[in-house]
């Protein structure tokens, strides 16, 4: 998931050819001349419509679209809030619990897949939060590998947005009426961190309310982040061996809206996001809060999110939502 070689090649690719070099469909609008964007105390608190944020943990279903944009197949793995007793493996094709709710599109790292990362997302979903995972078709496992595709990943997720949201009011399915279509983040990462940071600079899609980013850099898609305010959660190790904390940092600092960054002083590159131990707790119930709060507009959840974050000396937070 983003190899150091890799990162090398992608640096020295967007360097070399620059980002309208990376592909021969429609090029990414090009980094390198967007200004600086404007200091982040210009800009205020958005203000989000609270909603009733759900007060139990659901159970989870799993399904999955077959989507194609042109000739670049997007396959999504769907997790949502299930009818049934909560705890236990997501439920293949599960009935929707009832209510509305918020919609999180997650991208998955290089020569990764979205069911890497399932003890995460199906925390989410579990949460609260439909989840929707497209598998990128250069840059997953299996597929050429191709790491300059990066840069045409934040309009397959625009894409996906597109068709997941249009689910709420298609006759038949199982999630019509379940959606929250006016309530929508972004997360990803590694690659899929470049993927979501691009979609709030040169890719920024206006639906998207808040982004999480784990582990990512703006290499290729810059960080003059565009548009209405939309809070941002990074979360980083320290000892992160391919993209140095440093540069996750530099990114962050460059934010102009309420955000914040989780900073894992023991953490590496991902693992911890990959496997069910104590900084995986603390990572998913922080992003959690954080994702309540910025799509439910749950004031008690900001609160929590300090908490959770300081459990087990595991993590330090710098808030300035």
């Not at 001349?33 to 203000?47: G, H, V």
């Not at 990764?112 to 497209?134: K, N, T």
Request: proline content about 7%; overall charge negative; some cysteine.
């Amino acid at each position: 998931m983003f190899p150091r070689r890799i990162c090398a090649l992608l640096t020295a690719a967007v360097l070399t050819v620059g980002v309208a070099g990376c592909s021969t469909e429609e090029p990414p609008r090009s980094p390198a001349a967007p200004a600086d964007p404007p200091a982040a105390a210009a800009t205020p608190t958005p203000r989000v419509s609270a909603v009733t944020a759900p007060t139990r943990t659901h159970a989870v279903g799993v399904r999955q679209l077959k989507l194609k944009r042109d000739d670049r197949a997007l396959p999504v793995e769907l997790w949502y809030p299930a009818r049934g007793r909560a705890g236990g493996e997501p439920d293949r094709d599960a009935d929707a619990a009832a209510g509305q709710f918020p919609v999180v599109v997650f991208s998955h790292g290089l020569g990764g897949e979205p069911d890497d990362y399932q003890e995460l997302l199906s925390r989410w979903a579990a949460a609260g939060f439909v989840v929707a995972a497209p598998t990128f078709p250069q840059t997953s496992r299996g597929s050429a590998g191709n790491v300059l595709d990066v840069l045409n990943q934040p309009a397959d997720v625009s894409y996906v947005l597109d068709e997941v949201l249009a689910l709420d009011d298609r006759d038949g399915d199982a999630l019509r009426g379940r959606l929250d279509t006016a309530r929508v983040a972004a997360a990803g990462h590694s690659a899929g961190g470049v993927t979501t940071i691009g979609l709030f600079t040169v890719g920024r899609d206006e639906r998207l309310g808040a982004g999480v980013v784990f582990a990512g850099t703006a290499l290729g898609v810059g960080t003059a982040f565009a548009g209405a305010a939309a809070p941002q959660l990074f979360v980083h190790g320290e000892l992160d061996e391919v993209v140095e904390y440093a540069a996750g940092k530099a990114v962050y600092d460059k934010v102009p809206w309420p955000k914040a960054m989780l900073s894992l002083p023991k953490g590496d590159h991902g693992r911890d996001l990959l496997s069910d131990d104590d900084t995986l707790r603390v990572v998913s119930d922080t992003t959690v809060e954080f994702l309540r709060w910025s799509l439910y507009g749950d004031e008690a959840a900001k609160r929590r999110m300090v908490t959770e974050a300081a459990r087990g000396d595991l993590a330090t937070l710098d808030n300035r939502l």
